[in-house]
Nanobody, 120 residues
Framework: QVQLVESGGGLVQAGDSLRLSCSVS????????VGWFRQPPGKERQYVAS????????YYADSVKGRFTISRDNAKNTVYLQMNNLKPEDTAVYSC?????????????WGQGTQVTVSS
C-alpha cells in the first residue's frame, strides 16, 4: 500500500502563489510516478501535472504550463506543486496520486485532496 497526504491548500487572490505538498509513504518502491489532479466545482477531475519517481521527468497540462511547477524531494518522499499567477479558474480540490509501476495510471493510489480557492 501507498499513502499520500496533501497539504498547502487555501484561499488566495488572483495572481498569488501557493505551494502544495504531497507526502508519500508506504511501499514507495512500487511507485512509478506521482501526479496532481484537480476537480473544479461541478466538473470532472482534470490532470494537472506529474513527475517520474525515478528520473524526475515532468509533464504538464497545457492549462498550467508556464505557471505551475511540479518537483520532488526523494529524501523526504514529497512531491510539490508550485502554483504561480493563480487564476479563479484554478479553483478546485487538488489531489495527488501515485501511479503503480506497470499500471499506467489505471489503478492509482489517491490522497484525500486539498481545497484551493482563488478569488478574483
Amino acid at each position: 500500500q501507498v499513502q499520500l497526504v496533501e497539504s498547502g491548500g487555501g484561499l488566495v487572490q488572483a495572481g498569488d502563489s501557493l505551494r502544495l505538498s504531497c507526502s508519500v509513504s508506504g511501499r514507495t518502491g512500487s511507485v512509478a510516478a506521482v501526479g496532481w489532479f484537480r476537480q473544479p466545482p461541478g466538473k470532472e477531475r482534470q490532470y494537472v501535472a506529474s513527475i517520474s519517481w525515478s528520473d524526475g521527468t515532468t509533464y504538464y497540462a497545457d492549462s498550467v504550463k508556464g505557471r505551475f511547477t511540479i518537483s520532488r524531494d526523494n529524501a523526504k518522499n514529497t512531491v510539490y506543486l508550485q502554483m504561480n499567477n493563480l487564476k479563479p479558474e484554478d479553483t478546485a480540490v487538488y489531489s495527488c496520486a501515485a501511479d503503480r509501476s506497470g499500471y499506467n495510471w489505471s489503478r492509482p493510489y489517491w490522497g484525500q485532496g486539498t481545497q484551493v480557492t482563488v478569488s478574483s
